[in-house]
């Protein structure tokens, strides 16, 4: 089975250009998130996805970043302008999204974003 | 903030146990311990967790002490492929939030 797919895997852009993250989930995952992780620290979410919703907005700056899961399957996270402290790997998770239980977070291997 | 302590940096050579640590000094009755690790130029992957009783799986042993303050990861035979940075992670029971410290670095060597 397929796990979490991600592309690009690398990405260098100049600042204040747009950039655009893709992400599928494995099958049957309703819940999206999407991760941030500078060097050296841990992931940190900006975003997480219930089916099309976002029901966890708090973290994502939204004055330069936005997301999208139209049908409530794969995703896009974008940057527009893009910075220098933007620089960092983006990172994709899923789980089954199922109430009333822990739902293991499965991550794909993430994009490297480097903006010059 | 995470809610955990772990040591930067940590040595194991290969075949024996590594032992990783963790502090979660201030961890609520209804809070779980999760342990996930993250090799180089990969997402994290989950590993183990538990709530109170010591948990064992096919990847690895997790022993909380039974004032719930700390909690031991044990890979019982360690290899160059558990190379990796090991989080350890505080849950609330009603969420499925997870937020990550800096984690351990774990270096096997041969």
């Known amino acids: 089975e397929a796990g979490v797919v991600q592309s690009p895997r690398y990405k260098i852009i100049e600042k204040k250009q747009p950039v655009a993250f893709w992400c599928n989930p494995i099958?049957?995952?309703?819940?999206l998130y999407w991760y941030l992780q500078n060097l050296g620290q841990g992931p940190e979410l900006l975003i997480r996805y219930e089916n099309e919703e976002a029901v966890d907005d708090s973290q994502l700056p939204k004055d330069r970043f936005s997301a999208e899961r139209l049908k409530g399957v794969d995703s896009t996270l974008k940057i527009q302008p893009a910075e220098l402290g933007d620089s960092a790997v983006y990172l994709c998770a899923s789980s089954l999204g199922m109430r009333g239980a822990y739902n293991e977070q499965f991550f794909g291997p993430g994009t490297r974003l480097t903006v010059l | 903030d995470a809610k955990t302590t772990q040591p930067p940096s940590m040595d194991c050579a290969e075949g024996r146990a590594a032992n990783l640590p963790c502090n979660h000094s201030t961890i609520s009755g209804n809070e779980y311990v999760y342990w996930y690790r993250q090799i180089h130029s990969q997402g994290p992957q989950y590993i183990i967790h538990?709530?109170?009783n010591n948990e064992t799986n096919e990847m690895a042993s997790l022993i909380i002490t039974e004032d719930r303050k700390s909690s031991t990861l044990i890979l019982p035979h360690a290899t160059l492929r558990d190379t990796a940075v090991y989080y350890c992670?505080?849950?609330?029971?009603?969420?499925?939030?997870?937020?990550f410290g800096t984690g351990t670095r774990l270096q096997v060597f041969p």
């Open positions: 099958s049957g995952h309703n819940t």
């Open positions: 538990g709530l109170k």
């Open positions: 992670i505080v849950r609330g029971q009603n969420t499925d939030k997870l937020i």
